[in-house]
């Protein structure tokens, strides 16, 4: 089986898909694929108080991709979440259309 975890960092966004092999005792975890792009949000949030457009505008561009990546690979679930920099940046609810 193969599960996926999207990391949004403070340096860096990561999508990591696991294998998980499983037997009547444990689970193994092999990783498959890392895909990390490093956006820094942590910069403009602990500098500024909140992301800038431009890198907002970036990690919605990256978020897609991995939706892409999400798709091609098939995993069994994923899930996503956030560090520090995304929980105080001043504008973490604003919504932005791409």
């Known amino acids: 089986?193969?599960?996926?975890?999207?990391?949004?960092?403070?340096?860096?966004v990561r999508l990591l898909f696991s294998q998980v092999f499983e037997d009547d005792k444990s689970?193994?975890?092999?990783?498959?694929?890392l895909f990390m792009?490093?956006?820094?949000?942590?910069?403009?949030?602990?500098?500024?108080?909140?992301i800038s457009k431009e890198k907002l505008s970036n990690?919605?561009?990256?978020?897609?991709?991995?939706?892409?990546?999400?798709?091609?690979?098939?995993?069994v679930d994923y899930m996503a979440c956030t560090t520090s920099a995304m929980r105080e940046a001043g504008n973490k609810n604003e919504k932005q259309k791409k």
């Open 1 to 12: 089986m193969i599960f996926a975890a999207i990391d949004i960092g403070t340096n860096a």
């Open 37 to 50: 792009v490093p956006l820094r949000l942590g910069e403009d949030v602990f500098v500024k108080g909140k």
């Open 27 to 33: 689970a193994t975890f092999k990783k498959d694929a």
């Open 59 to 75: 990690l919605i561009d990256t978020m897609i991709a991995f939706k892409f990546l999400i798709k091609a690979y098939k995993p």
